[in-house]
């Protein structure tokens, strides 16, 4: 008997396409013995899963660098012949090396967006699963990552011995200079990719965390997000080569900069440099956004104010950028490109895959504001990014109040809303000031003392370090919350119908004392990993007495549970648990009446969790995560910082008509 999730993946794959001959390749496919293990492992993939990954991930490393060396030692014409091809057609205005791993990473980026939200979906849906080769959706994930790696390495091989890709260029040996923005491109490919073995090992020790804000599944997404800031700097060490290059090629060349050849490549126009940094600046929006999937999904672990303080800081930082460094309606193009994709990815895994809806943040409102703001302050950058986070966290947050009442299963609420502005406004500032600092990085005027022949950014270094500061507590005040004492809940079901993953049941709640939640942001019950997801909020009948409006499963393999978010309290009460074999549970079974204690809820939605570790073990493996993650902001830091310092540009004129930056 094939695994749950393997017969899921192969049916999604078949309403994907919609042919029967591609439900037999994925059975074929996923019916491998090693991938037909009748209990999911709770603690790591299977054995034999790991060294198959690990052999295709060797042999696609293999692959790459024998195509990298082939190009460098002129026995491989293939990139060469691809970067022209780049060059000519949405790449217009950059050398090969920067058009061709843009365009690559740009699609790669999307095919892993794609997996990600499939495999938060199948996750919800259907619990764990046996390995990386067990679930379909981690494939595009993979193969996305890979391609964000791969794209990097494009960019760091395709400059020829002797040609300088800028002066900004890294130098690796005495002929061979890479551009700093695929070196980071690289950088972040492979710290996502180093998300997955990680993965692993964090689960063999502490079981399985089923929470999208797991330490390594953080590694997953951030590298992918983060890769957008490394594409914006090859974008612009690109740019700049690109316009160096005329000039050398009429016989004036300017010192550090390539040649072409003889050939002057043709300048993209600006409407093409606008659409192509704005798309740039949506896809940091998008990646910044994928943090807030469990609020998308309507299953959050986290207190309700978290998600205003996620999109606030999206919003301020992408579009905040996009707004200086491509120029007037760049923050609404960007946000309308965000809506198109990420839209788009929710249409094809919930209309054509068949799995999960994940709703999707507005935008809109935000970038109204930024524009707004930018009329009066779009020369004054730092004073932009501030008052944009101002109003993003105040008139924004209003606005996405209202649109969460349309479009999320659990809308926000009144008693969020002095705190959840707040949290919005400190989100908003600190990413609304990184918007401004990587625009003016971008555009070589990062502020700070000048001294003569150099640009150093104290100030800049100073700004970012207290607008991550900010962040940092502003998300440690929405992780702290407590679990009520001495609450027990009485739990009464009637309309019992069907069995196992049919059984349904009408649950009645009253709670002891009936005063214990008085304002909460929702009382809601639960049912998750039965092959779908029941998310619904609770009637109040009574002070303390709620009642569910439909029926709520509670057999075969759901996991059914009423959860109370009242200020900083969030708590839960297990309706129906299975029985798991794997990690040694019993069952939990509905019974008619039964009085159970109220207790912390992360118990219940991470069963798979080991208990008894020592707590220095957790905060060491945390340790190693945010050592690496603190490598790739400083890395990301340094290298916005470096094309500031080394491709500067002419001042602002004080009163010019303002217009796309070159």
Known sequence: MLDQLTHSGAQAAARAIGHPATAHLARHLLAHPALAEQDKPAGGAAVDQVFIASGAAAVLTAVLLVLGWGHRSGRLTWLTRAAALAERGPGRGLPGWAALPTAFALGSLLTALLGMYWDISLHISHGRDVGPLANIAHYPILLGLFGIFTSGVLAVVLPLNGERPGTAAVRITRTWYAPAGGVLLAGTGFYALLGFPLDDVWHRIFGQDVTLWGPTHLMLIGGAGLSLVAMMILER??????????PAA??????????TGGDVRPDAPAWLRWVRRGMLSGGLLIGLSVFQAEYDFGVPQFRLVHQPLLIAVAAGCALVCARLWAGRGAALFATAFYMLVRGGVSLVVAGVIGELWAAVPLYFAEALCVEIAALALARRPLALGAVSGVL????????????????????????????????????GVAGGLCGALLAEGLQGRLPGRRAPGRNTPALARTLFAASLAAFAAAMANCQVFIVPHGQTATLTLTGVHGTGLDRTADVRLELTPRTGIDHPSWVAITAWQGKGLHVEQLHKDAPGVYRTRVPAPIGGQWKTLIRFHDGRELAAVPVYLPHDKAINAPELPAQPHVTRPVT??????????????????????????????????????WGVARIARILPEPARPARTPEKVGT
């Open 392 to 427: 993003i966290g105040t008139a924004g947050f209003a606005a996405e109040f209202a649109w969460t009442h349309l479009a999320f299963r659990l809308p926000w609420t009144g008693d969020i809303a002095a705190e959840g502005a707040a949290m919005a406004v400190v989100g």
């Open 250 to 259: 009429t016989g004036s060349t300017t010192t550090g900069e390539a040649a």
């Open 237 to 246: 060490e690109g740019r700049r080569a690109h316009a160096a290059a005329k």
């Open 600 to 637: 912390g809820e992360r118990h219940i939605l991470q069963r798979e969790l080991k208990t008894g570790l020592p707590p220095w073990l957790w905060a060491a493996c945390s340790a190693v995560v945010l050592a690496c993650t603190l490598i790739l902001l400083i890395s990301l830091g």
